[in-house]
């Protein structure tokens, strides 16, 4: 891919169909790592295949599992060891991947170690002592390397994980929790988690057990959300189908949303889904978008002619990763959009308040961050400035920021190639929207 990529806007309103959307980073993660767990063989299907996936197919090579990858049909098998790691020591080297080095690092406290888990610069500032102290609690040896608080470490453990009860006081990621209860079940007494306070991103918890059950886990949880409990058993190998990944389908629709006259189709993705980020649609709703969701189809068009996107405000805690979807959109809007309450995109692949706040104010907006929220103010006169877009090797800001050029013209994206970590043919799936700019029915203009 070249150094930067101009965006060129659509030449006119689009209707598509996408009905290959890549798989989810999240379930192919949770998957593949349950497979190896379970006992048995699993084949997995719709996995995607990026660097944040890549990442955790050589570390269970590297841990001794045995993989069979056919990239073009999509689908990996896993030969399972019921909670065992075949090999008693191993160097993961996890890029930037948080879904890899949180749950590689519960795993690895099952077996012997040291296994040594590390990353890229920037995982280094990303914190995961919230993990290693409860892991701590239940048996595992986990030592920092560096810096106290952050990989690199080492972790093993003698002859695995006791279990029992952790009190789970407000994390900055739900990664921890999901990676205390996926080893829950080879834990020997299980797991119960209490949660002191709200459960930060907690529908990515909620997918991780519905992804743990689907393995054979037994899990339950209280009606508010402050106990989950899993007895202690044994994944079983399965065939698993993987959905097509939530958040990175935010981007398509909201091209729908910000492109007058234009629809946009999702399949294999709806109200059934196990991901949070199917949300995000309502939140092109309430701006005024034009929305339909079955359980398996999802549409956005733009809001009805003449009518502008309504400014919103939105807690956008349980999808933050549509932060900088929405942070685009709003650019387009007739007034403020106040996003709430996502404090925790400090310490994903970039600071992503800053990184937010420093592009939309390049293109013209006025961006206020006051304690955990953002609040977007469009240009006072409509028009965005044409600029080069820092993407900080944070996919999201290529991806989100792709979308405003679409329909505004001099939107040049830097190291266009970071989208590599969880969407690498993304910019062939925008060209896309291209080809059907000129499509008859959105020539017609049929979504009014
Ligand atoms: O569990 C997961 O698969 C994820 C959880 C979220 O992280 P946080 O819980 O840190 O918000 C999300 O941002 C990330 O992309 C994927
Ligand atoms: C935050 C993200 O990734 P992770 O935490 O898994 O590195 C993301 O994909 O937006």
């Given amino acids: 891919m070249p150094d930067q990529l101009a965006i060129t806007p659509l030449p006119a309103a689009f209707d598509l169909t996408i009905d290959d959307l890549p798989g989810s980073k999240s379930l192919t993660n949770r998957a593949l790592l349950l497979a190896a767990l379970a006992t048995g063989q699993s084949t997995l299907t719709g996995v995607l295949f990026s660097d944040d996936t890549r990442h955790m197919l050589d570390a269970l090579g590297r841990l001794g599992f045995a993989l069979t990858i056919d990239e073009g049909s999509r689908a990996v098998t896993v030969t399972g060891q019921g909670g065992a790691m075949p090999r008693p020591q191993a160097e993961l080297h996890l890029g930037n991947s948080g879904t890899c080095v949180r749950s590689l690092t519960a795993a690895c406290a099952l077996g012997e170690g040291p296994y040594r888990i590390d990353g890229i610069a920037r995982m280094r500032e990303r914190p995961i ?64 988690l209490r949660f002191e306070g709200a459960v930060t991103s907690r529908p990515y918890v909620e997918m991780t057990l519905s992804v743990m059950e689907a393995f054979g886990a037994r899990a339950s949880v209280d009606e508010a959300f402050t106990r989950v409990r899993v007895e202690a058993g044994t994944y079983a190998g ?118 937010l706040q420093n592009e939309l104010t390049k293109l013209g907006a006025t961006v206020d961050v006051v304690g955990d ?60 929207l291209r080809g059907a700019s000129a499509s008859p029915a959105a020539a017609q203009g049929r979504m009014g």
Avoid: W
């Fill in 238 to 355: 399965r065939a698993y189908a993987i959905e097509p990944d939530a958040s990175n389908a935010s981007y398509f629709l909201a091209a729908a949303a910000v492109m007058p006259g234009s629809r946009c189709t999702i399949t294999n993705l709806g109200k059934a889904s196990l991901q949070g980020d199917v949300g995000f649609a309502e939140v092109l709703g309430q701006m005024g978008a034009q929305v339909t969701m079955s359980d398996d189809a999802i549409t956005v068009a733009s809001p009805a002619t003449g009518q502008p996107l309504r400014g919103v405000d939105v807690d956008l805690n349980r999808m933050p990763d549509t932060a900088q979807t929405l942070g685009p959109v709003a650019l387009f809007a007739d007034g403020p959009t106040t996003i709430r309450n996502v404090g925790n995109l400090r310490v994903k692949e970039t600071d992503r308040m800053a990184a």
């Fill in 129 to 192: 002592g919230e993990l290693v102290e409860p892991l701590r609690q239940i048996g595992a040896d986990v030592q920092y390397l560096d810096n106290a608080g952050y990989p690199p470490l080492t972790v093993g453990s003698r002859g695995g994980l006791a279990g029992g009860e952790l009190i789970m006081r407000p994390t900055l990621s739900s990664q921890f929790i999901t990676a205390l209860l996926m080893v829950g079940p080879c834990c020997r007494a299980g797991l119960t």
């Fill in 373 to 432: 929220d953002l609040r977007i103010t469009p240009p006072g006169d409509g028009k965005l400035r044409p600029t080069a877009i820092d993407t900080y090797d944070d996919h999201r800001m290529a991806m989100g920021f792709a979308v405003a050029g679409l329909r505004s013209p001099g939107v040049v994206i830097n190291d266009p190639a970071c989208v590599n970590k969880t969407f690498p043919d993304y910019f062939d799936y925008l060209d896309r």
